[in-house]
């Protein structure tokens, strides 16, 4: 297996604690993660790759690429047996069925990922959503921790979030969660199908593609975009601010309806820290009128959230295959 160069075979502190062995899955719509987490709840390698994109058969090339990830973390460290995993998509998905209902980035259609996975790397297997997970890891170790209403939103290739109500993850039967497609402007066209989609105009990925159908320059990302704004470069300006408008319209829609106390961001584009945070804080002030406004906060689990999300899923499980048998 070809690792990307920042993948970590050296152990990272234990910060989900003493508990059972486990590997965890976080597949993104650009890279795939994939970890085994010790009886310490040290992470002893953090393998990241890129997604294999594959057309109809992408879900059969993920998990293809899961099996080999998992003998691979298995055979560099033979004394840990990792009991569970836990595996994270995006898109819908029916988690008791253990079913990837749809993803429009990654082009599955009902797909049985637990039971394949399970089949795959022989051991019981949590499967879940990329951004509830991320969310949940957030909620339970990181900066959405002293809240019990709070939104756990992520900015990536899309954008989801993780909601939370009086300390419980409210997930509407698999589709709470889905302001990527709220639509907050007239234009462009979203993968969905809709027109003006927040994740088509300000998710990470749509930043880049915008700056390029306007300019005809290919970037190298949103980053290079805000960068390229601060410079002085008009389109690039136009296009982070346009970003933020959604952004903002679209955080007050969430505090409107659920007065949350705190609103978490992470993922790529909350990498731009005060660059972010303060101008979407001024224009969310700008909306709001007599609703209590929530703080906004960066994440502080960072960019591995999701796959220790799928790693305290993975554990989660554990308990709950020992109650059933108890």
């Given at each position: 297996m070809s690792l990307d160069p920042n993948s970590s075979a050296a152990p990272l502190p234990p910060l989900l604690g003493a508990g059972c062995a486990v590997l965890a899955f976080d597949v993104g719509g650009t890279d795939l993660k994939a970890a085994l987490v010790?009886?310490?709840?040290?992470?002893?390698?953090?393998?990241?790759?890129?997604?294999?994109?594959?057309g109809e058969r992408t879900a059969d090339a993920v998990?293809?690429?899961?099996?080999?990830?998992?003998r691979d973390l298995r055979g560099?460290?033979?004394?840990?047996?990792?009991?569970?995993?836990g595996l994270l998509v995006p898109g819908q998905v029916d988690e008791e069925g253990g079913v990837g209902v749809l993803s429009e980035n990654l082009g599955w259609t009902g797909y049985p990922f637990r039971d394949r996975a399970q089949g795959i790397l022989g051991v019981p297997?949590?499967?879940?959503?990329?951004?509830?997970?991320?969310?949940?890891?957030?909620?339970?170790?990181?900066?959405?921790?002293?809240?019990?209403?709070?939104?756990?939103?992520?900015?990536?290739?899309?954008?989801?979030?993780?909601?939370f109500i009086q300390g419980r993850?409210?997930?509407?039967?698999?589709?709470?969660?889905?302001?990527?497609?709220?639509?907050?402007?007239?234009?462009?066209?979203?993968?969905?199908?809709?027109?003006?989609c927040l994740e088509a105009v300000a998710s990470a990925g749509a930043i880049a593609r915008r700056y390029t159908q306007a300019t005809g320059q290919v970037v190298t990302g949103a980053k290079d975009v805000l960068g390229r704004a601060?410079?002085?470069?008009?389109?690039?300006?136009?296009?982070?601010?346009?970003?933020?408008?959604?952004?903002?319209?679209?955080?007050?829609?969430?505090?409107a309806l659920l007065a949350p106390e705190a609103i978490v961001i992470g993922g790529g584009l909350s990498q731009a820290g005060a660059a972010l945070f303060e101008p979407l804080g001024r224009r969310l002030d700008a909306i709001l009128t007599y609703q209590s406004r929530p703080k906004l906060l960066r994440a502080s689990i960072g960019e591995d959230a999701g796959v220790v999300g799928a790693a305290l899923r993975a554990r989660d499980l554990v308990d709950h295959l020992a109650g059933v048998l108890t």
């Open positions: 010790d009886e310490s709840g040290a992470i002893r390698e953090l393998m990241r790759v890129p997604t294999p994109l594959a998990l293809a690429l899961v099996g080999e990830l998992a560099n460290h033979p004394a840990v047996h990792p009991r569970t995993a297997v949590s499967f879940g959503h990329d951004v509830r997970g991320a969310g949940e890891a957030e909620y339970r170790l990181g900066a959405a921790a002293p809240f019990r209403d709070v939104v756990v939103m992520t900015i990536g290739t899309g954008i989801a979030g993780a909601i993850l409210y997930t509407g039967r698999g589709l709470a969660g889905e302001m990527g497609h709220s639509k907050v402007a007239d234009d462009p066209q979203c993968v969905c199908g809709c027109r003006g601060a410079r002085g470069d008009v389109p690039a300006r136009e296009i982070w601010e346009s970003a933020l408008d959604a952004l903002a319209l679209d955080l007050s829609h969430t505090v």
